[in-house]
């Protein structure tokens, strides 16, 4: 079983920066591909960043060149980045990890993602 431990939310203001991390307690081989959805109030929850984790990432439009996502392959923790904080990014964030090699054009599909994190808050403040 696949655990992912997030950390690192809390409160920031308007064009501020927090880092998330997430910790996925796993054999390497069952977190092949990891990233990061969000949940904001009354919103259904929406992609954010994925990466396989010996590849490139991939963003979200709304998040493109504010935010970054890396990973420590070592560790098995990927660090989302998050820089120019806007209110609009309120939310929930969540850590997603796939047993897959997902492609890109999967990325952003959350039945993809076998795994989930319990969530972390963001909150940006005007």
């Known amino acids: 079983q696949v655990q992912l431990v997030e950390s690192g939310g809390g409160l920031a203001e308007t064009g501020g920066s927090l880092r998330l991390s997430c910790a996925a307690s796993v054999p390497t081989a069952r977190a092949n591909t990891m990233g990061w959805f969000r949940q904001a109030p009354g919103k259904e929850r929406s992609f954010v960043a994925a990466?396989?984790?010996?590849?490139?990432?991939n963003y979200a439009n709304s998040v493109k060149g504010r935010f970054t996502l890396t990973a420590d392959r070592a560790k098995n923790i990927v660090y989302l980045q998050m820089d120019r904080l806007t209110p609009d990014d309120t939310a929930v964030y969540y850590c997603?990890?796939?047993?897959?090699?997902?492609?890109?054009?999967?990325?952003?599909?959350?039945?993809?993602?076998?795994?989930w994190g319990q969530g972390t808050q963001v909150t940006i403040s005007n």
């Open positions: 990466m396989r984790i010996w590849g490139s990432p």
């Open positions: 997603a990890a796939s047993s897959s090699n997902l492609i890109s054009s999967s990325m952003g599909t959350q039945s993809a993602y076998d795994y």
